[in-house]
T-cell receptor, first 116, second 114 residues
Framework: AQSVTQPDIHITVSEGASLELRCNYS??????LFWYVQSPGQGLQLLLK??????LVQGIKGFEAEFKRSQSSFNLRKPSVHWSDAAEYFC??????????????FGTGTLLAVQP | KAGVTQTPRYLIKTRGQQVTLSCSPI?????VSWYQQTPGQGLQFLFE???????NKGNFPGRFSGRQFSNSRSEMNVSTLELGDSALYLC?????????????FGEGSRLTVL
């Protein structure tokens, strides 16, 4: 069965420090992978996506993620965190093996707090 | 370009009532998906519509239904509300008809069931 695991429920980092949020997936075919961010009271915004090709993908707001097939991982990174990055981050896998669909399976999310 | 618009943003209902939520996708987007977000279950897929046809459905009871109109606007309905239906209901639209999962989300409709 398809699934996404985000092992860290809550992470606190200092402003200016680097960040890595972990994501592991289980999917039978080549996955479509996504990172979304949700600020309080808001919907989700797409940060970046991986469909194929270069395994290091760049996104908005200075984020990047690396797809590692051998580890079934798609970790999100940012070299220097800003206070405005405080939000909840969701990793997701797109279910496409059964035909055309935009169904996503989300992880449980990682809540990021940024200390001044 | 306007984003995904969901109405109403907040609503309160009592058990046994029904509710209809509306979603207007980004202009040109023909796929609309609905997700339920709760603290306990997280983000769960409800259903997806493309060109007025339900293309995929999640594991929710039949009380949850939806439809899409010819202008791509979508509605979802929950009948016989239960306390556990309290959630943020998110609508998302997509340009890609083939289905890639690249979704643009609205701000959601927060439903409270008393």
């Amino acid at each position: 069965a398809q699934s996404v695991t985000q092992p860290d429920i809550h992470i606190t980092v200092s402003e200016g420090a680097s960040l890595e949020l972990r994501c592991n997936y289980s999917y039978g075919a080549t996955p479509y992978l996504f990172w979304y961010v949700q600020s309080p009271g808001q919907g989700l915004q797409l940060l970046l996506k991986y469909f194929s090709g270069d395994t290091l993908v760049q996104g908005i707001k200075g984020f990047e993620a690396e797809f590692k097939r051998s580890q079934s991982s798609f970790n999100l990174r940012k070299p220097s965190v800003h206070w405005s990055d405080a939000a909840e981050y969701f990793c997701a896998v797109g279910v496409h093996s059964s035909g055309a669909t935009n169904k996503l399976i989300f992880g449980t999310g990682t809540l990021l707090a940024v200390q001044p | 370009k306007a984003g995904v618009t969901q109405t109403p943003r907040y609503l309160i209902k009592t058990r046994g009532q029904q509710v209809t939520l509306s979603c207007s996708p980004i202009s040109g987007h023909r796929s609309v998906s609905w997700y339920q977000q709760t603290p306990g279950q997280g983000l769960q897929f409800l259903f997806e519509y493309f060109s007025e046809t339900q293309r995929n459905k999640g594991n929710f009871p039949g009380r949850f239904s939806g439809r899409q109109f010819s202008n791509s606007r979508s509605e979802m309905n929950v009948s016989t509300l239960e306390l556990g239906d309290s959630a943020l209901y998110l609508c998302a639209s997509s340009l890609a008809g083939v289905g890639t999962g690249e979704l643009f989300f609205g701000e959601g409709s927060r439903l409270t069931v008393l």
